[in-house]
């Protein structure tokens, strides 16, 4: 399972993201994922993280689509892609209270690229669609 990268975090957050998670990334250390030990606290945004920094939560990508899911109606799967020409992955992302799906436009080597593909590609529609 691969964690949401930094630019990730920063977006749900401002999309309303605020579940509790012991991973954070901080202003102090760019470069890491941080883990909360005893020394940070739960905050008032609803995630872990030392209050003299400002943070974002560093969830688990799949955690993440379960969230958009159940609070903002998106539906988003990585599908594996076979044909004479190639393997690889995709995403599809269905509107839960209509019909409408929409297929990635471009194939990915691996799952974990896909999987991030589609979180950012969701984040987008969020954004653009409040």
């Not at 957050?13 to 901080?26: M, R, T, V």
């Not at 008032?44 to 400002?54: F, L």
């Not at 599908?79 to 995403?91: A, E, K, P």
Request: with cysteine; hydrophobic share 35%; net charge neutral.
């Amino acid at each position: 399972m691969q964690r949401v990268n930094r630019k990730q975090a920063r977006l749900l957050a401002k999309i309303g993201y605020n579940e509790p998670c012991h991973y954070f990334y901080d202003t102090v250390y760019p470069d890491r994922i941080m883990y909360a030990d005893g020394s940070y606290h739960y905050n008032d945004r609803g995630y872990w993280a030392d209050k003299r920094y400002k943070s974002y939560s560093a969830p688990y990508i799949a955690e993440v689509l379960e969230w958009i899911r159940e609070e903002k109606g998106l539906f988003g799967i990585v599908d594996f892609q076979y044909n004479i020409s190639s393997l690889g992955y995709d995403w599809l992302i269905n509107w839960l209270k209509t019909p409408k799906w929409e297929r990635s436009k471009n194939y990915y080597d691996t799952y974990k690229e896909a999987e991030s593909a589609l979180l950012n590609e969701l984040i987008n529609i969020i954004i653009n669609n409040p």
